[in-house]
């Protein structure tokens, strides 16, 4: 993927600093300048992208719904 050219504004370049494998699917903890970001993702995929801890990588965050509320 080319990432100049996608249209996802939300990009959160990072580093995975953990990944937690479950039965089917994993979570990947990034870490990025405004936090940890948690990404859940098939085992299949992981496996075949090759993610680990401590790799550089980009998480877009597209979402068609995102519900505020005040603290």
Same mark, same amino acid.
């Given at each position: 993927?080319? *990432? #100049?050219? $996608?249209? *996802? =504004? ?6 995975? %600093? ?6 089917? =699917? #994993? ?6 300048? $405004?936090?940890?970001? $948690? #990404?859940? *993702? ?6 075949? *992208? ?6 550089? %990588? %980009?998480?877009?965050?597209? #979402? ?6 005040? %603290?």
């Amino acid at each position: 993927m080319d *990432i #100049s050219t $996608t249209r *996802i =504004r939300n990009q959160f370049p990072g580093k995975i %600093v953990e990944i937690i494998r479950g039965p089917h =699917r #994993s979570e990947v903890d990034i870490a990025t300048t $405004t936090g940890i970001l $948690t #990404s859940v *993702i098939e085992n299949r995929l992981l496996d075949q *992208i090759g993610l680990k801890t401590g790799d550089q %990588v %980009v998480a877009f965050v597209k #979402s068609q719904d995102v519900r505020l509320a005040t %603290v």
